[in-house]
T-cell receptor, first 113, second 116 residues
């Protein structure tokens, strides 16, 4: 079945540093999404990417949808302590395939003040 | 933005009993809802796709008789864990697809289930 490989698994950075994480897949997805999950809560959508090659920003976050539709990266600039959490990429299948999300393994981000 | 609410947030039940978790879309209709299971430090694993007015579609390896899903209205899906065992203890998360809004998927806050 479809799988997403997300890396790195964890990151320990200093406040103010930039962060980059990425996801790759052997399958093509219709849409790529990036979520953040705080402990004990559900994921919150950060950025949604709909077109191959699309580059989208949301504040200090920037994400790109790969040309082949098989990969995506998320960058966080000038990290702050509240960026701590687990970041998940997710690929969304076509609507006629159920439109379900397949999640990456997650990247746990720790930010040292 | 769109809100998806889960209830209860946490529940403790005795082994062998059944427990129901509700997932509601508060300000939009959702023909399709999804149920996930997440163990500590792991990713979300899709259990089933809940379709309003029809049977749920279960992922491979998920027992449909153990995890009963009912999607009786456009704003409510329920997951019932039947004859719960300690290994069913987990974080259960639902999501709902907002029809006609780019098909964006919104997640609930999650429900912690502990079976003792």
């Amino acid at each position: 079945g479809q799988q997403l490989n997300q890396s790195p698994q964890s990151m320990f950075i200093q406040e103010g540093e930039d962060v980059s994480m990425n996801c790759t897949s052997s399958s093509i997805f219709n849409t790529w999404l990036w979520y953040k999950q705080d402990p004990g809560e559900g994921p919150v959508l950060l950025i949604a990417l709909y077109k191959a090659g699309e580059l989208t920003s949301n504040g200090r976050l920037t994400a790109q949808f790969g040309i082949t539709r098989k990969d995506s990266f998320l960058n966080i600039s000038a990290s702050i302590p509240s960026d701590v959490g687990i970041y998940f990429c997710a690929g969304q299948l076509l609507y006629n395939q159920g439109g379900k999300l397949i999640f990456g393994q997650g990247t746990e981000l720790s930010v040292k003040p | 933005g769109a809100v998806v609410s889960q209830h209860p947030s946490w529940v403790i039940c005795k082994s062998g009993t059944s427990v129901k978790i509700e997932c509601r879309s508060l300000d939009f209709q959702a023909t399709t809802m999804f149920w996930y299971r997440q163990f500590p430090k792991q990713s979300l694993m899709l259990m089933a796709t809940s379709n309003e007015g029809s049977k749920a579609t279960y992922e491979q390896g998920v027992e449909k008789d153990k995890f009963l899903i009912n999607h009786a209205s456009l704003t409510l899906s329920t997951l019932t864990v039947t004859s719960a065992h300690p290994e069913d203890s987990s974080f259960y998360i639902c999501s709902a697809r907002a029809e006609g809004s780019g098909n964006t998927i919104y997640f609930g806050e999650g429900s912690w289930l502990t079976v003792v």
